[in-house]
């Protein structure tokens, strides 16, 4: 129970690995607020996060707007008592197609949501942890944070940035025992990749399992990573398990990605 007595806020809680993480969390310890746009979806995974014994919040919020993300904040401390673990989770996947074919209102929901979306939720978060005398914020990245991928352009630069503010923010707030490190997951496979595959897969002309095919081939262990093991690593940082790390970007690729 290395998370008991804590309280953590996972955004885009509702589904794929955030609902893991939360599940996870709880497992161990946590009470749990999920943030996300489905109301249906936040009920189910803080029905699964109280059934292991945890309290749990379920909060509809679209992290790209401010008020809704100060609102979520204020909810979680005012309900569940504090804040000591902020998972920013958030994203969508936008538009695939190359640079050149880009609409620039979808461009700019993907920043808005994956980059702009962490910076609120971790703006008013910190004042939060600091009064609990620290804690810790975990980003869920990408492997795409450390490579270029043709026709994923709004994604790759969103999370190009996400770990580019997780390294900025640590050492900005490291001096209130607040630690921020990323997890860059590899393919999971969830219902968000299968759509967003299925798009890529569309634009090269393959077929769906062909494309998947193709990026297990990628790993040396000839797999995707799954929702738990990146889950298993956000609850290590989330932990004083990795007291001594900060500013830190931590793969969960099956070895698709080693730098």
Request: hydrophobic residues 50%.
């Amino acid at each position: 129970m290395i998370l008991a007595g804590k309280v953590a806020l996972i955004t885009g809680g509702g589904t794929g690995i955030g609902r893991e993480i939360a599940r996870t969390f709880a497992a161990n310890g946590a009470d749990v607020a999920v943030c996300g746009p489905h109301s249906a979806d936040l009920d189910l995974v803080a029905s699964e996060v109280r059934a292991l014994g945890r309290r749990a919040l379920a909060l509809v919020a679209d992290v790209s707007v401010q008020a809704d993300v100060r609102q979520m904040v204020a909810k979680t401390v005012a309900e569940l008592g504090s804040l000591d673990v902020l998972v920013n989770n958030a994203s969508v996947v936008g538009q695939v197609a190359p640079v050149a074919d880009l609409d620039l209102e979808a461009w700019e929901r993907v920043l808005a949501v994956n980059l702009t979306g962490a910076m609120l939720c971790s703006r008013e978060s910190v004042p939060h942890l600091s009064r609990r005398g620290g804690g810790a914020i975990v980003n869920i990245s990408s492997n795409v944070a450390r490579r270029g991928v043709a026709n994923r352009a709004p994604y790759v630069c969103s999370k190009w940035a996400l770990n580019g503010l997780t390294q900025t923010l640590a050492l900005e707030v490291a001096r209130h025992n607040i630690r921020v490190n990323a997890v860059c997951p590899g393919p999971v496979m969830t219902a968000r990749l299968n759509g967003a595959m299925s798009l890529m897969a569309s634009e090269r002309g393959l077929g769906l399992d062909a494309l998947r095919e193709e990026w297990e081939a990628e790993s040396p262990m000839k797999r995707f990573a799954t929702a738990e093991e990146c889950a298993n690593v956000a609850l290590f940082l989330a932990s004083a398990s990795s007291s001594g790390m900060t500013g830190q970007a931590l793969n969960v690729t099956a070895g698709m990605l080693m730098t």
